[in-house]
């Protein structure tokens, strides 16, 4: 039980802390690069769906890396550490102070992970545990 809960948590807050980490390239793009400095035309355009669907890629990317580095060296309960990850990311963006900091909004990129990472661990010619 231990391993399960280490794996979780390492899977989960290496997934926050890329998906706050994406909030933040996109707010600071937002007011040096695009040279806006008006908060409340920050926070809409940070909430459009079009910023919604260009982190639709990124939250994909940084879900799988969480479940890979939460992978690595597990020998075993692969897809309860994944399906933990998916869990805790997902009710991270729904409820919590991470619920105003969240880019993305959207369980898809998540859950697709998650999927994907499981898919990879069993039919992956290589073992995720051996990189």
């Known amino acids: 039980m231990h391993v399960i809960l280490k794996g979780i948590l390492k899977g989960s807050v290496i997934a926050l802390l890329l998906g706050f980490s994406g909030y933040l390239g996109v707010f600071f793009w937002l007011a040096f690069v695009e040279g ?19 982190s639709m890629p990124y939250t994909l990317a940084s879900v ?30 729904t409820v919590g102070p991470l619920k105003m900091a969240s880019l993305h909004m959207n369980y898809i990129p998540i859950v697709m992970a998650g999927l994907l990472a499981a898919y990879i661990n069993k039919k992956a010619p290589f073992n995720l545990r051996n990189l």
Not at 75 to 80: A, D, L, R, Y
């Open 36 to 54: 806006i400095r008006d908060s409340a035309t920050m926070a809409d355009i940070i909430r459009s769906r079009t910023v919604m669907y260009y």
């Open 64 to 93: 799988l890396l969480a479940c890979w580095f939460a992978l690595r060296k597990q020998q075993e309960h692969h897809n309860i550490i994944i399906t933990g990850i998916v869990l805790l990311v997902g009710i991270s963006i």
